[in-house]
């Protein structure tokens, strides 16, 4: 069964809130998932006889979310440090990592605070992984490479997480710069 | 140390080893405690990673991103083919309802018009009395997912079943969380309802009741074949029993997602 043009495109649609979600956890804020969004899908529709029918188009839309923000990433290398933090800690209340009754929607905002901070590589997998939902394999088919690389990335990232979330940290990482 | 590797833990913490060498693995973690918690601390990152993007996917995707991707001016004619939402809702979750509108709404622009590549087929129903297997999308879905997101599932099932959604989450006379699950169809028809609950000391998730929701006219009109009465009443009927009368809030719910439900 081939798909048509329409229906491809109606199926794009009902994915776009997953590739949003993907593209604001790589990216960080929604100002920049947003953009990247809509490069990616106008990207996507350029192309669509690239897509193989009968593939997966969640897996080739999550592959073109994240060319699109690695374009974005090198087109604006050096503004990325300075627009990525803020809106991720803004919820993050000061004293979040010592004050013992910490509200849940600050505690996720901590966590998501921590995701932002993982090497782009982790970040990424743990993003089709755990957040999407996608298997080890899968995941290792759209960023095209050995499951085993999916592996050990994962584990790190999560390591580094737990971490990151059990231990008040101290010192002064970016994260306390952006706790003003 | 233990003798797995953390990639092989966190593997088994995501019920991704294939039986036998989960076998292996699990029956190896009786006699270590630091294997135990690292898996322990695996299966938390997982719960709090999705908890921290959980919402994310229920933010509203733009009219233009929908418009550029469909190729239109403005997708009204498409709007008023969704079908209007089912009326009739027990007033105890319709507070949950507003979350679940906008991206039924986009879902319902692609679903309502054309017809979607079929998945594959499940074996058995997507909800069934009783345990539920781990690594099923159900038990992910009641234990990690908000109330009011329809999530996709990979496979449909014979009865057409293709989104699961959590309705409500409430408390029983015990204090034993119980969720309210709907199947829906392909065009975001809710088809089963069922109640599960969490049995905190196995962290099994144990379907208590389900019933099916009659089918709606398929001419995608307004009128609705006004029957799914009584087996909506066996639900209201199953948690009276339980003594589950009251949803949880959303902050609520929220919270005990991010805490693993403790």
């Given at each position: 069964?081939?798909a048509?043009?329409?229906?491809?495109r109606?199926q794009?649609v009902?994915?776009?809130?997953r590739?949003r979600?993907?593209a604001?956890?790589?990216?960080?804020?929604?100002?920049v998932?947003d953009?990247v969004?809509?490069t990616a899908?106008e990207?996507?529709?350029?192309?669509?006889g690239?897509?193989t029918?009968?593939?997966?188009l969640?897996?080739?839309?999550f592959?073109?979310?994240?060319t699109t923000?690695i374009?974005h990433l090198?087109?604006n290398?050096?503004?990325?440090?300075?627009e990525l933090?803020?809106?991720?800690?803004?919820?993050l209340p000061?004293?979040?990592?010592?004050?013992?009754?910490?509200?849940a929607?600050?505690?996720?905002a901590?966590?998501?605070a921590e995701i932002?901070?993982?090497p782009?590589?982790?970040?990424?997998?743990l993003?089709?992984?755990?957040?999407e939902g996608l298997s080890?394999?899968?995941?290792?088919?759209?960023?095209?490479?050995?499951i085993?690389?999916i592996?050990?990335r994962?584990?790190?990232a999560?390591?580094k997480?737990?971490r990151a979330i059990?231990e008040?940290?101290?010192?002064?990482?970016p994260?306390?710069?952006?706790q003003? | 140390?233990?003798?797995?590797?953390?990639e092989?833990?966190?593997?088994?913490?995501d019920?991704?080893?294939?039986?036998a060498?989960?076998?292996e693995?699990g029956a190896?973690?009786?006699?270590?405690?630091e294997?135990?918690?690292t898996?322990?601390?695996?299966?938390?990152?997982a719960?709090l990673?999705r908890?921290?993007?959980?919402?994310?996917a229920?933010?509203p995707?733009s009219?233009?991103?929908?418009r550029?991707?469909?190729?239109?001016e403005?997708?009204a004619?498409?709007?008023?083919?969704?079908?209007p939402a089912?009326?009739a809702?027990p007033?105890?979750?319709?507070?949950?309802?507003p979350?679940?509108a906008s991206?039924?709404l986009v879902?319902?622009?692609?679903?309502?018009?054309?017809?979607?590549?079929?998945?594959?087929v499940?074996?058995g129903?997507?909800?069934?009395?009783?345990?539920?297997?781990?690594g099923t999308?159900?038990?992910?879905i009641l234990e990690?997912?908000?109330?009011?997101?329809?999530v996709?599932?990979q496979?449909?099932?014979?009865?057409?079943s293709?989104h699961?959604m959590i309705v409500?989450?409430?408390?029983?006379r015990?204090g034993?969380i119980c969720?309210e699950?709907?199947?829906?169809d392909?065009?975001?028809?809710?088809?089963?309802?069922g109640?599960?609950?969490r049995?905190?000391?196995?962290r099994t998730?144990?379907v208590?009741?389900t019933a099916?929701?009659?089918a709606?006219?398929?001419?995608?009109?307004?009128?609705?074949?006004?029957s799914?009465?009584?087996?909506k009443?066996?639900l209201e009927?199953?948690?009276?029993?339980?003594?589950?009368?009251?949803?949880l809030?959303?902050?609520e719910e929220?919270?005990l997602?991010?805490?693993?439900?403790?």
């Amino acid at each position: 069964m081939t798909a048509s043009e329409p229906d491809i495109r109606h199926q794009i649609v009902a994915l776009l809130p997953r590739l949003r979600r993907f593209a604001l956890a790589l990216a960080g804020t929604r100002d920049v998932a947003d953009d990247v969004m809509q490069t990616a899908c106008e990207k996507a529709l350029g192309h669509l006889g690239q897509f193989t029918p009968g593939t997966r188009l969640d897996s080739w839309m999550f592959q073109i979310v994240r060319t699109t923000y690695i374009d974005h990433l090198r087109r604006n290398q050096r503004r990325r440090n300075t627009e990525l933090t803020p809106e991720l800690a803004e919820s993050l209340p000061s004293d979040a990592r010592t004050h013992e009754q910490i509200s849940a929607r600050a505690d996720l905002a901590l966590v998501r605070a921590e995701i932002a901070r993982l090497p782009e590589e982790q970040r990424e997998v743990l993003a089709l992984v755990t957040i999407e939902g996608l298997s080890y394999q899968d995941a290792a088919d759209v960023l095209g490479i050995p499951i085993g690389t999916i592996m050990s990335r994962l584990s790190r990232a999560r390591k580094k997480l737990a971490r990151a979330i059990d231990e008040p940290r101290t010192g002064s990482g970016p994260l306390q710069g952006a706790q003003r | 140390m233990s003798r797995f590797s953390d990639e092989t833990l966190m593997a088994y913490a995501d019920g991704a080893l294939p039986p036998a060498e989960a076998a292996e693995v699990g029956a190896a973690l009786e006699n270590d405690a630091e294997a135990r918690a690292t898996v322990e601390s695996f299966r938390s990152t997982a719960t709090l990673a999705r908890a921290a993007f959980a919402d994310m996917a229920a933010e509203p995707v733009s009219d233009a991103l929908v418009r550029t991707v469909l190729g239109t001016e403005a997708p009204a004619a498409s709007v008023t083919n969704f079908p209007p939402a089912r009326k009739a809702r027990p007033p105890l979750w319709r507070s949950m309802l507003p979350l679940a509108a906008s991206i039924a709404l986009v879902l319902g622009l692609a679903a309502a018009l054309f017809l979607r590549q079929p998945a594959p087929v499940l074996q058995g129903p997507v909800m069934a009395l009783g345990p539920i297997p781990s690594g099923t999308a159900l038990a992910e879905i009641l234990e990690t997912r908000p109330s009011g997101t329809p999530v996709a599932l990979q496979e449909r099932d014979a009865q057409g079943s293709e989104h699961l959604m959590i309705v409500a989450t409430l408390r029983d006379r015990n204090g034993r969380i119980c969720r309210e699950v709907e199947a829906l169809d392909k065009t975001m028809q809710a088809r089963l309802a069922g109640i599960a609950c969490r049995d905190s000391a196995s962290r099994t998730w144990i379907v208590e009741g389900t019933a099916r929701i009659a089918a709606s006219s398929p001419s995608g009109g307004s009128d609705f074949v006004p029957s799914g009465a009584e087996e909506k009443d066996a639900l209201e009927g199953l948690l009276s029993i339980l003594g589950a009368t009251k949803a949880l809030p959303p902050e609520e719910e929220q919270r005990l997602i991010a805490h693993g439900w403790r």
